[in-house]
């Protein structure tokens, strides 16, 4: 049998066969699915100003988004971006539940969007599905379900290569693929290990990965309220649910027809006649389904819709609540200060400090030196030539360590002395600029004390 089986009386798994309706919001979550895939596969092509849309390189410790590159120097900034995103998922999961999960997740798009799809195309809906899982394995069984895993296992494979192009890059990924095997044995063993992790979560886990290893819908559980849209069952206008009767009175019944269709389109297997779950992602199939068997039986639509609980049992208007407008302020703050911090970002940075416990010293020709340290982060995809140089002109500047040229994502540090002659210091502490510079352009500016003998 293809999978885990059934009986949850004896605790294991029960495999789920939802049936597949292409209503409306089914129709929109399949073009938002296209846009994902067609930007998933061609993002490690796309570039920015010659740098990929996107790469998260950890072992090199380079990262580009939207064609900006950033260094461990910048890991505030991802630190700062990460509150902003934790906050968001907060703010949207209290406005609208988990609809994140049914229709912009990565694990939700590429299960219920691609690899169920060409399950449906090749073993049938989900009844056929079923009824080939319980049958012998014959001739049929034995093409269909080899079909079916042979083109899971070679989309898999397409979905690590591009998966590991995020990672590495994708000139890096080329040279994998087309150099001997040898010279890239982490790397090719790499995309196979993505490959059977993917297919094993697509062909077996499913949407465990959903309902029990994702920390979101437990979370979700904390976030939620009375004023949260969410997918849910107007249980006011459908109960008491009951068959339809052409022979008797149905005035006494809810709009609920109580035909099970919410229940076996459900990719998690619950029925959201019994609430708010925690399994339940929002991919509104019910919706769809719902919406049909209403507009056969000629009722209104929406019997399942995005509902909060208050809009149900109170008849409210969906409102933007006091917690939602606290969330947004904080989101408001939060991004302005990334934005500034992003923007003001140079792509070179100085650092000078004084030596610690170095007393000035006084020098041939009526100078008077202090021996400094200082570090030069590049934080652009090229190397650099650098200069330090101090703003007065009558200051000179004698390395004893010079900085040379910064590798592209390095640092260099470099020591030297500055010489001010005794003339131009009039007090046992003196302010000094540094400047760094790029091919004789200034780029930075960086202030220091100086320390020497006091005129007064």
Same mark, same amino acid.
């Given at each position: 049998?293809?999978?885990?089986?059934?009986?949850?009386?004896?605790?294991?798994?029960?495999?789920?066969?939802?049936?597949?309706?292409?209503?409306?919001?089914?129709?929109?979550?399949?073009?938002?699915?296209?846009?994902?895939?067609?930007?998933?596969?061609?993002?490690?092509?796309?570039?920015?100003?010659?740098?990929?849309?996107?790469?998260?390189?950890?072992?090199?410790?380079?990262?580009?988004?939207?064609?900006?590159?950033?260094?461990?120097?910048?890991?505030?900034?991802?630190?700062?971006?990460?509150?902003?995103?934790?906050?968001?998922?907060?703010?949207?999961?209290?406005?609208?539940?988990?609809?994140?999960?049914?229709?912009?997740?990565?694990?939700?798009?590429?299960?219920?969007?691609?690899?169920?799809?060409?399950?449906?195309?090749?073993?049938?809906?989900?009844?056929?599905?079923?009824?080939?899982?319980?049958?012998?394995?014959?001739?049929?069984?034995?093409?269909?379900?080899?079909?079916?895993?042979?083109?899971?296992?070679?989309?898999?494979?397409?979905?690590?290569?591009?998966?590991?192009?995020?990672?590495?890059?994708?000139?890096?990924?080329?040279?994998?693929?087309?150099?001997?095997?040898?010279?890239?044995?982490?790397?090719?063993?790499?995309?196979?290990?993505?490959?059977?992790?993917?297919?094993?979560?697509?062909?077996?886990?499913?949407?465990?990965?959903?309902?029990?290893?994702?920390?979101?819908?437990?979370?979700?559980?904390?976030?939620?309220?009375?004023?949260? @849209? =969410?997918?849910? +069952?107007? !249980?006011?206008?459908?109960?008491?649910?009951? *068959?339809? $009767?052409? &022979?008797?009175?149905?005035?006494?019944?809810?709009?609920?027809?109580?035909?099970?269709?919410?229940?076996?389109?459900?990719?998690?297997?619950?029925?959201?006649?019994?609430?708010?779950?925690?399994?339940?992602?929002?991919?509104?199939?019910?919706?769809?389904?719902?919406?049909?068997?209403?507009?056969?039986?000629?009722?209104?639509?929406? @019997? =399942?819709?995005? +509902?909060? !609980?208050?809009?149900?049992?109170?008849?409210? *208007?969906? $409102?933007? &609540?006091?917690?939602?407008?606290?969330?947004?302020?904080?989101?408001?703050?939060?991004?302005?200060?990334?934005?500034?911090?992003?923007?003001?970002?140079?792509?070179?940075?100085?650092?000078?400090?004084?030596?610690?416990?170095?007393?000035?010293?006084?020098?041939?020709?009526?100078?008077?030196?202090?021996?400094?340290?200082?570090?030069?982060?590049?934080?652009?995809?090229?190397?650099?030539?650098?200069?330090?140089?101090?703003?007065?002109?009558?200051?000179?500047?004698?390395?004893?360590?010079?900085?040379?040229?910064?590798?592209?994502?390095?640092?260099?540090?470099?020591?030297?002395?500055?010489?001010?002659?005794?003339?131009?210091?009039?007090?046992?502490?003196?302010?000094?600029?540094?400047?760094?510079?790029?091919?004789?352009?200034?780029?930075?500016?960086?202030?220091?004390?100086?320390?020497?003998?006091?005129?007064?």
């Amino acid at each position: 049998m293809d999978g885990l089986l059934v009986a949850k009386e004896t605790n294991k798994r029960k495999w789920i066969y939802p049936l597949i309706r292409k209503g409306k919001l089914y129709k929109w979550r399949s073009w938002i699915s296209y846009g994902y895939l067609l930007l998933f596969f061609a993002g490690p092509l796309i570039r920015i100003n010659g740098q990929p849309l996107l790469l998260l390189n950890f072992m090199e410790r380079r990262f580009v988004i939207l064609g900006q590159v950033f260094w461990p120097q910048d890991i505030f900034l991802f630190v700062l971006a990460s509150l902003v995103f934790v906050v968001c998922v907060v703010l949207f999961t209290i406005a609208f539940g988990r609809v994140f999960c049914g229709w912009i997740c990565p694990q939700t798009i590429f299960m219920e969007m691609f690899f169920r799809k060409i399950e449906n195309w090749i073993e049938g809906d989900g009844s056929k599905q079923k009824k080939l899982d319980a049958g012998p394995w014959n001739r049929e069984k034995i093409l269909k379900k080899g079909s079916k895993h042979f083109l899971f296992i070679i989309f898999s494979f397409l979905i690590a290569n591009t998966f590991l192009a995020y990672l590495v890059g994708s000139d890096v990924l080329f040279k994998i693929i087309t150099e001997p095997v040898e010279l890239h044995l982490v790397g090719f063993l790499s995309i196979w290990v993505f490959t059977i992790v993917f297919y094993l979560v697509y062909s077996q886990v499913r949407e465990l990965v959903c309902t029990v290893v994702c920390p979101y819908g437990r979370l979700q559980g904390v976030l939620l309220d009375r004023d949260t @849209l =969410v997918v849910a +069952y107007d !249980e006011v206008r459908g109960e008491p649910r009951g *068959k339809l $009767s052409k &022979t008797s009175d149905n005035s006494a019944k809810g709009d609920c027809v109580d035909c099970g269709l919410c229940v076996s389109v459900c990719p998690t297997g619950i029925d959201i006649r019994h609430g708010t779950q925690m399994e339940c992602i929002n991919c509104t199939a019910c919706i769809d389904v719902c919406n049909e068997v209403m507009d056969k039986i000629h009722k209104p639509l929406n @019997l =399942v819709g995005f +509902y909060s !609980e208050n809009m149900i049992h109170k008849q409210q *208007k969906p $409102s933007f &609540t006091g917690r939602m407008m606290g969330y947004s302020g904080i989101i408001a703050v939060l991004m302005t200060v990334l934005c500034y911090f992003i923007f003001s970002r140079a792509d070179m940075d100085l650092a000078v400090m004084r030596s610690a416990g170095m007393l000035y010293q006084e020098q041939k020709g009526g100078l008077v030196s202090n021996i400094y340290n200082a570090e030069v982060i590049n934080k652009s995809n090229q190397s650099r030539d650098i200069v330090i140089q101090p703003d007065d002109p009558a200051i000179k500047i004698k390395y004893i360590q010079a900085p040379g040229k910064v590798a592209a994502g390095a640092s260099v540090k470099t020591v030297f002395f500055l010489l001010i002659p005794a003339s131009h210091i009039s007090s046992a502490k003196t302010d000094v600029k540094i400047n760094l510079l790029l091919n004789n352009k200034v780029i930075q500016t960086v202030s220091t004390a100086f320390v020497g003998p006091s005129n007064d």
